[in-house]
């Protein structure tokens, strides 16, 4: 039988998963707004807040990448630099998209993205 304690750990790490889901959404919320206004200085902060929260499953997942393969860090500082250096408003744009990508994929190659199934499965709906 379980004890209490491995049962509060396992609690805890569920509890911290969906709070950091919620929080992804919030930042992914609010990078929508701010590039729907054309406010990209903003929109580019709500960026940073991503890469935060998904920075430990950026290294973690860059441990298993070859470097030639451009892991997440490597990729995501370059295009910071890019962002940095442009004057260009539409290439300021195509860099901060790139990026918004990039935590989109890094996210979903975290197994904090959406669930993909093969099939539709009724018994999966949650109806309520």
């Excluded at 491995?6 to 929080?23: A, C, H, M, P, T």
């Excluded at 890094?106 to 669930?115: V, Y």
Aim: aromatic share 14%.
């Amino acid at each position: 039988m379980e004890e209490y304690s491995d049962k509060k750990v396992k609690l805890s790490d569920i509890n911290e998963g969906f709070l950091q889901l919620q929080r992804l959404h919030n930042i992914w919320v609010k990078c929508h707004y701010y590039l729907t206004k054309g406010e990209y200085k903003m929109y580019n902060w709500n960026l940073d807040s991503a890469w935060i929260e998904l920075y430990p499953d950026a290294y973690d997942l860059d441990q298993h990448i070859k470097l030639e393969d451009k892991k997440y860090v490597y990729r995501l500082n370059e295009i910071n630099k890019n962002i940095l250096k442009t004057k260009d408003k539409d290439m300021l744009y195509k860099y901060l998209k790139d990026k918004h990508m990039l935590l989109k994929l890094l996210q979903e190659k975290a197994g904090k993205g959406s669930k993909k199934s093969d099939y539709f499965q009724e018994d999966s709906l949650m109806v309520g």
